[in-house]
């Protein structure tokens, strides 16, 4: 018999029983056991929705006994993804999670507390919003949306069903990052007024895609989910839907740019912009599958006269700025070079007057993977859900931060530049530019709110 749902739910909210007088030995336990007993009321139940290159980010803080977690689900519409998920995860814990590819059956499960969703990036705010609908907290990879107006409804998402929504920009949870940023903002360098975002990648050659029938264990019909529906084209399920035209996803400023831009924003103070002006081009393999630019400089000017640049290089990965992807912030007094791997702050003359490494493990621009961040981004998800911990990213700061990507695109796309409401980032210069804020949904579809 199922344990009452709203009980358990209330213990997840209070600390989890005193246990000040016992003792592993005591109890004749071993540490699995142990961590079974303890707290199975503060116990979370997940469930991760998407197991491509982020499941390694979700192994460590899943599998510590620590997080008090249980894992239930493994969900993806490719087989081959789950049978890999499932046996990474057979490694490390003493239990086996359900293989299930339907969103759907996850989602209606009443035992489970939060998923996290790492599908591709149509997916990531419909999902959420499905899940919280029915009573699913989320943790969404970034974009946290395919296009601005669903970013304006995760929010109300969240607010409607009082879910905590995290976006994976996981270096919010970063110490280094929190630790600089922190000084920033009580003045080690002066008023600060600019900050450079960059990233620089060496990506190659993308198959054109043609027509064929879905890869053997591919549910094609749910991987379009929302989006309108289309015939397979060869090797669109993998990493490449990303440059294959907008149904699907965002291009690297939605899949990369968000991450630096989001530190540029929260070391500037800065919401939404009042202008974004755009050069962007496709200049590497002009023959080959790939649909979108693949080189773009942007520049995000904000009330109060502060700025934010985005340098971004797919295809050439010269380090102008001495790393792959990081941000560098200008203040009347000096400036700081950060990224996931630590930081450094200099005078205004040039001179290094401090500086701090993490030793983290995902501080370059590798596909996928996990880290420290990751870490301590997931379980500040866990905490917040329990109300433990302040959330290191509510769904309005990511949501905020993936526009400056969504409005960015817009110009390219438009080849114009976009004058912006500041009180909400609504273009208010070019209704061509603004019928991009939404998307065409497939049938049914379509968001409820």
Not at 132 to 150: L, Q
Not at 187 to 197: S, W
Not at 353 to 374: A, D, F, P, V, Y
């Amino acid at each position: 018999m199922k344990k009452d749902k709203n009980s358990r739910r209330e213990f997840l909210k209070k600390s989890a029983l005193g246990a000040a007088g016992l003792t592993i030995a005591g109890m004749g336990m071993s540490p699995k056991s142990y961590a079974g007993i303890m707290g199975a009321n503060d116990r979370l139940n997940v469930a991760i929705i998407g197991l491509g290159r982020r499941l390694g980010a979700y192994i460590p803080p899943i599998a510590d006994a620590k997080s008090n977690v249980r894992l239930l689900y493994l969900c993806d519409v490719m087989q081959s993804q789950m049978d890999n998920a499932a046996k990474r995860f057979g490694e490390v814990l003493d239990y086996s999670p359900t293989l299930e590819e339907d969103f759907f059956k996850v989602i209606d499960d009443k035992d489970v507390d939060a998923v996290f969703l790492a599908t591709p990036d149509h997916w990531h705010a419909p999902g959420t919003w499905l899940a919280n609908a029915a009573g699913k907290h989320v943790y969404v990879e970034k974009p946290c949306s395919h296009n601005p107006y669903e970013g304006e409804l995760l929010v109300k998402s969240r607010d409607r069903y009082g879910k905590v929504i995290q976006m994976g920009n996981q270096q919010r949870s970063s110490l280094e990052t929190n630790e600089i940023i922190n000084e920033i903002h009580n003045g080690a360098i002066g008023e600060v007024y600019m900050a450079k975002a960059f990233y620089s990648n060496a990506r190659g050659r993308v198959i054109n895609p043609t027509k064929a029938a879905p890869p053997q264990g591919l549910n094609w019909e749910l991987w379009q989910g929302p989006a309108p529906r289309k015939a397979y084209e060869h090797n669109t399920w993998d990493y490449n839907w990303h440059w294959y035209g907008w149904d699907y996803g965002t291009a690297e400023t939605g899949n990369n740019a968000v991450h630096e831009l989001d530190v540029a924003r929260w070391a500037l103070k800065v919401d939404f912009p009042e202008a974004v002006m755009v050069n962007s081009g496709k200049y590497h393999w002009p023959d080959d599958g790939w649909t979108m630019y693949d080189t773009m400089d942007a520049t995000f000017r904000f009330p109060g006269n502060k700025i934010i640049k985005w340098d971004g290089k797919s295809r050439n990965s010269h380090k102008t700025y001495g790393s792959g992807r990081g941000t560098i912030i200008y203040g009347t007094e000096g400036s700081v070079w950060v990224d996931r791997g630590g930081y450094k702050l200099f005078d205004r003359n040039g001179s290094l007057i401090k500086e701090k490494h993490s030793g983290s493990s995902e501080g370059g621009t590798q596909l996928g993977g996990g880290g420290s961040m990751s870490t301590r981004h997931a379980r500040n998800f866990f905490e917040a859900i329990r109300g433990k911990e302040k959330q290191h990213s509510p769904i309005d700061e990511g949501a905020t931060s993936t526009l400056l990507g969504h409005l960015a695109n817009i110009s390219s796309r438009t080849g114009e530049s976009l004058i912006c409401d500041p009180k909400n980032g609504h273009i208010t210069n070019s209704y061509k530019a603004m019928e991009l804020w939404e998307r065409t949904y497939e049938k049914g579809w379509e968001p409820k709110f």
